[in-house]
């Protein structure tokens, strides 16, 4: 279901405290807020979704048929507001 590069997930562990094997939950049917960004050569999605009392951000894009993870961090104050704009 999801694929990413180890080196990223070690490098985002360590910038961010986060780790991409825990992101399951930005798809687990929960409210979210996904925009897409057209990076260089692929769509790249971005999804914020609350996760206890924190806003986080996932940026990912799919890979065949499973979801490539490139980024995990806390959501920024924009995309906290755009979550909010819409589940309140």
């Keep these: ?10 490098s985002n ?10 992101v399951s939950f930005f798809f687990d ?4 807020v996904t925009s897409t ?10 999804t914020t979704a609350i996760n206890g009392r924190t806003f ?3 940026v990912w ?12 961090r806390r959501a920024r104050h924009g995309e906290e507001r755009a979550y909010r704009q819409i589940h309140g």
């Design 1 to 10: 279901m999801f694929e990413w590069d180890e080196e990223k997930r070690l």
């Design 56 to 58: 986080y951000t996932v």
């Design 37 to 46: 960004s057209n990076y260089s050569f692929e769509v790249r999605s971005i």
């Design 29 to 32: 049917g929960r409210p979210s």
């Design 61 to 72: 894009t799919w890979r065949q048929e499973r979801r490539r993870i490139i980024s995990f």
């Design 13 to 22: 562990l360590a910038k961010h405290k986060l780790d991409f094997i825990a």
